[in-house]
C-alpha cells in the first residue's frame, strides 16, 4: 500500500492491493476514536457496487461497537426497501441482518415516499438527532462516499439541482441521466463530517480523481467535497 498526504489541503490518498481489508480497517479505527471521542460513532453509507465487499467485511468484525453505532444513507433510490435497486436493501443484505443494530439507530432514507417526501422525513430526523445534541449541524463522524465515472458522488450529479443546495441538508434531486429522481445529503451536510472517505475501485475512475487532486478537475461534483473541520480521506484499489 502506498499512501502519501497532500501539502496544503486535508486530503490523503492511499492507494492499495488490498481494498476490502483497508477499508475495513480503516472505518475500525475511525469508529474507535470517536466512541472513545464522543461515545458514539454516526457513519454515512454509500451505495453501489463497490462498497458491498466492504460492507461485509465489517460485519466480520467481532469487537466493533455497533450499540453506539448510528448508520444513515448519502443517498437513495426512490424504490421500496426491498427493491433490488435500493441502497438500504444492498447494506442490508450485506451486513446490517447480520449484526446488532437496533432499528432506531438506522436513519433510512424512505425511497418508496418519493424523492422530495423523502427527503423532509430524513432532514427532519437528522434536525431531531442534532438538536437532541446541541448541534448545529448533525454533523457525522465518517460519510463513506463512492464516485461515478462522470465524477458524481452520492446522488450529486453533474449539472443537476442539488449541487447548488445550501441551506437543506437532504434533497430530492432529478438526474436527466438516468430520467429519474434521486434523494442525496447535500454538500452542507456532508462537509459538516469530521472525516469523509472516498471509497474508490477501478482504472475506469483513475483520469477523474487524478484530475481532482491535480486541482483541474472542478467540474466533477466530487472535488467539493471538502470537509469544513475534517479530514478527507481517499481509498483507492490498485
Known amino acids: 500500500m502506498s499512501k502519501h498526504e497532500e501539502s496544503g489541503t486535508n486530503r490523503t490518498v492511499e492507494r492499495t492491493d488490498r481494498f476490502v481489508a483497508r477499508a475495513v480497517d480503516f472505518i475500525c479505527s475511525e469508529a474507535k476514536a470517536a466512541v472513545t471521542d464522543r461515545a458514539a460513532f454516526r457513519l454515512s453509507l454509500c451505495g453501489g457496487g463497490t462498497p458491498a465487499g466492504v460492507y461485509r467485511g465489517l460485519a466480520k468484525v467481532a469487537d ?10 448519502g443517498d437513495e433510490r426512490c424504490y421500496p426497501p ?4 435500493s441502497n438500504y436493501r ?18 433510512r432514507m424512505q425511497g418508496e415516499l418519493g424523492a422530495e417526501r423523502a427527503a423532509q422525513a430524513c432532514e427532519v430526523d437528522l434536525r431531531s438527532r442534532a438538536e437532541e445534541s446541541g448541534e448545529a449541524i448533525f454533523a457525522h463522524d465518517l460519510v463513506l462516499l463512492g ?3 462522470d465524477g ?7 449539472e443537476t439541482p442539488a449541487l447548488s443546495e445550501t441551506e437543506r441538508w437532504v434533497t430530492g434531486n432529478y438526474v436527466p441521466k438516468f430520467d429519474e429522481h434521486r434523494i ?13 472517505c472516498f471509497l474508490v475501485n477501478g482504472e475506469a475512475k483513475r483520469p477523474i480523481y487524478e484530475a481532482i487532486f491535480a486541482g ?15 479530514q478527507q480521506t481517499w481509498i483507492i484499489g490498485n
Open 90 to 107: 444492498m447494506a442490508k443484505e450485506a451486513f446490517l441482518d447480520e449484526v446488532a443494530l437496533p432499528d432506531d439507530q438506522i436513519v
Open 184 to 196: 442525496t445529503f447535500t454538500y452542507p451536510l456532508i462537509n459538516a463530517a469530521r472525516r469523509v
Open 147 to 149: 464516485m461515478g465515472d
Open 64 to 73: 466493533f461497537p455497533w450499540d453506539k453505532t448510528v448508520v444513515t444513507f
Open 216 to 230: 483541474d478537475g472542478n467540474h466533477f461534483p466530487a472535488a467539493h467535497i471538502a470537509p469544513a473541520s475534517g
Open 82 to 85: 426491498d427493491h433490488e435497486r
Open 152 to 158: 458524481h458522488t452520492a446522488s450529486l450529479f453533474p
